[in-house]
């Protein structure tokens, strides 16, 4: 039995299946495919660096490529190294400085319900002690069930660890074998005709990734200047370091700025900086506006696509693919759109 569909019909239909392909795919092969989609991008945009030093030096692409990604690597876990060394000190700083907080928020909490009590005529006393009793309360659940379920998912999180270091390890390796013929490879994909629908959609795909990177770079680098000279200009310690730590950090998908300004502004708030405090607890809502205006206006803008329908895609990936979703979503929207696009725009059979 033959269905005739209309012309908008055979675009619904277009659509749906390409949703549920794309659905698939990111759901089940990127996992497995996308070392080797990043090593051919990242490629891409190693190819012309390594191609101008091999004309002037006359030593194999390969070989530049390693040398190339060694020493980013290296810059990478230095700058790590060196971050982590600042953390691990402040830290020490902080944790020697504990009893000095606990006596600043025994004496704030005091202040406090000594001024509940003149102006409310509750008594202050009591308030205190339930107060103290619920952190108490707090404290023990933290170490009798939550630090317990953290240690018991330490595998998970090494496992995590590793399948991240090995993923970047294939990487590497398929980015130094695809650099030694990365041109061959990209003759052979423009004379083949069958993959034209592939490079019109690949083209407005690695626009969007080109654009998806400067657009967090842009970000990241907005956030931190604004972090660092606020909190460095407050008169606190290593405020540079905290502003470009709260950049990165807002890069991270559910972490985001809080991980760094909400402790910041409490222990300002213990030790009676309440200005400080305050100012922290500003900037935490100040970079939130900051990335929820600027990401949608410039990704979606540049790449055809409403704002809020980025918006929409990273909402819907990350309750479709978890935390990945944050990627994944706006890219499925844009390989959905240009996919639909370019069969619609196909000439019709006879």
Known sequence: MKINLT?????????AIVILSVYFVMKYISPIVSPFLLAFLLAGLLNPLVLSLHRKLKIRKSILAGLILFSFCALVIVSLWLIFSSLI??????????????KDLCLLLDDCCSKVEQKFGVDGTQVENFI???????????EVKVLPAVMGKSVGYMKNIVSFISFIAVMIIAI???????????????????????????????FYVKTFMKAQLIILCIISTICAVTLTFTGMKSGIL??????????LPFIGTGIMLVPLAIFRLISGNYWQAVLCFLLYALCALIREFLEPK???????????????????????????????????????????????????ST
Request: net charge positive; proline share 3%.
């Open 242 to 251: 905290y502003g470009i730590l709260t950049g990165f950090m807002d890069m």
């Open 89 to 102: 000190a402040n830290s020490s700083k902080i944790a020697g400085c504990i009893p000095d907080y606990q």
């Open 176 to 206: 130094l074998l695809i650099m030694k013929d990365y041109d061959k490879y990209l003759l052979k994909l423009k004379e083949n005709k069958d993959f034209q629908g592939v490079r019109d959609v690949g083209r407005k795909v690695l």
């Open 298 to 348: 410039l990704i979606g803008e540049r790449v055809g696509v409403w704002p809020v329908g980025i918006l929409f895609a990273v909402f819907a990936g990350i309750h479709l693919f978890g935390v990945w979703g944050i990627v994944k979503g706006p890219l499925s929207l844009v390989i959905i759109c240009e996919t639909c696009k370019y069969f619609w725009n196909l000439p019709e």
């Open 7 to 15: 012309a908008n019909g055979k675009k619904y239909l277009t659509a």
């Open 132 to 142: 103290i009793e619920q952190m108490n309360v707090f404290a023990e659940n933290l």
